[in-house]
């Protein structure tokens, strides 16, 4: 059962929009990211316990999925990956397909792999580890 709970949109213009569009077509439209295919992952805040959603490239694999927490290379990890770690039993949109997921985040060869996958869909990844000092979380999630 997906998350439930008021939904807080992101303070971000951009955020907010990309996942109004993806779930008012149902998953059918608003499905990418500057041409890449992306999904939409629901966390709950770890303060509010509002349902936060943000849209993230998808890498898929094998029936899994991984989400990288980049934040573009800042020197702070992503709220959604705080609330994440928080409560790791999330809820992933992939196009039409509503999923409920566990996430683990990965370390050793398994992020080595996943870590390969995710730069394989955006590149730019690599690019996000050289501006900061933290090793930018790869998270796993599984269909629970």
Do not use: F
Not at 47 to 52: L, M, R
Not at 79 to 85: E, K, T
Not at 97 to 111: F, I, K, L, P, T
């Amino acid at each position: 059962m997906p998350i439930e709970g008021e939904y807080e949109p992101s303070p971000e213009g951009w955020v907010r929009t990309q996942v109004a569009e993806y779930e008012e077509s149902g998953g059918t439209s608003g499905t990418t990211l500057r041409d890449v295919p992306c999904v939409v992952l629901w966390t709950r805040g770890r303060s509010s316990g509002k349902v936060h959603k943000n849209p993230l490239m998808r890498v898929e694999h094998d029936g899994s999925w991984a989400v990288v927490a980049s934040n573009g290379g800042a020197p702070a990890h992503p709220q959604w990956y705080r609330n994440l770690v928080a409560e790791p039993d999330v809820t992933l949109q992939d196009g039409p397909d509503v999923v409920d997921v566990h996430a683990r985040v990965v370390e050793g060869d398994e992020r080595v792999a996943w870590w390969a996958r995710a730069t394989d869909v955006w590149p730019d990844y690599d690019r996000y580890q050289e501006r900061t000092d933290r090793q930018i979380p790869v998270v796993v999630l599984d269909p629970r």
